[in-house]
């Protein structure tokens, strides 16, 4: 199981290989890895657990809850982690839920015995400290891209950016699991169902996606540009 996990660690989180694989065994010891189904809940939004989350396979939305409403602030894949932020700011983490969205792979470890480790070994200290901010990046673009970008823009880059992260080249096309409804799309661009649904049809047409409930493939020479 350990060497299973420095394997999920190695393939998952690049900057963690600075560590070495002593280091990074000695963390795997103290990791907990469970597979959670899609629509799992992997943390409840008022659960006092103070966990840090590592995302080995899947896809997580981050979230709140009101009611039987889920508000999604933003979705992470493979690679991220979520609940950091006492590590990272001083700060708990406002309160959230985090749902599988596809089959998920998480290892996660105590906050403070996350800490611990992260004084002993300042590159793990600093592995963290970059995944932080890298998925902040992210976040911030997002904000970015409502208020600069058009609606049409943003779900077109929406669809392009995720294809080109998670997704995998066939000839001319590259194609990535669709995990995502209009609903979905629409409440992570700030838009609404409709135009979701006027932006996929235009760009099917133009021959520039296809689009189905299983799979979104872009033509290739569209993924280029910001290479």
Not at 22 to 51: A, P, W, Y
Not at 85 to 110: L, V
Request: glycine content about 6%; charged content about 35%.
């Amino acid at each position: 199981m350990r060497l299973m996990k420095y394997w999920f660690l190695e393939d998952s989180f690049n900057m963690m290989k600075r560590m070495g694989m002593r280091d990074m065994m000695n963390l795997c010891e103290l990791l907990v890895m469970k597979t959670f189904k899609k629509g799992s809940e992997i943390h409840q939004q008022f659960e006092e657990d103070h966990l840090i989350y590592f995302i080995k396979k899947g896809h997580v939305k981050i979230g709140k809850k009101e009611g039987d409403e889920f508000t999604m602030k933003y979705v992470l894949g493979k690679g991220n982690i979520f609940g950091e932020s006492k590590i990272t700011s001083g700060e708990d983490d406002e309160p959230y839920s985090a749902i599988a969205m596809s089959e998920c792979i998480i290892c996660f470890i105590e906050v403070d015995r996350m800490e611990e480790l992260m004084l002993q070994y300042p590159k793990l200290h600093n592995s963290i400290l970059k995944l932080a901010g890298f998925k902040f990046k992210k976040i911030e673009r997002r904000l970015d891209d409502i208020i600069y970008k058009d609606a049409d823009t943003r779900i077109k880059d929406f669809l392009f950016d995720f294809v080109k992260e998670n997704g995998t080249s066939d000839n001319e096309w590259r194609a990535a699991k669709n995990i995502f409804s209009h609903s979905d799309i629409a409440k992570l661009t700030s838009t609404s169902r409709q135009t979701v649904n006027n932006v996929i049809s235009s760009l099917r047409k133009d021959g520039e996606i296809t689009y189905d409930r299983k799979e979104i493939r872009v033509f290739a020479e569209l993924l280029k540009d910001g290479d």
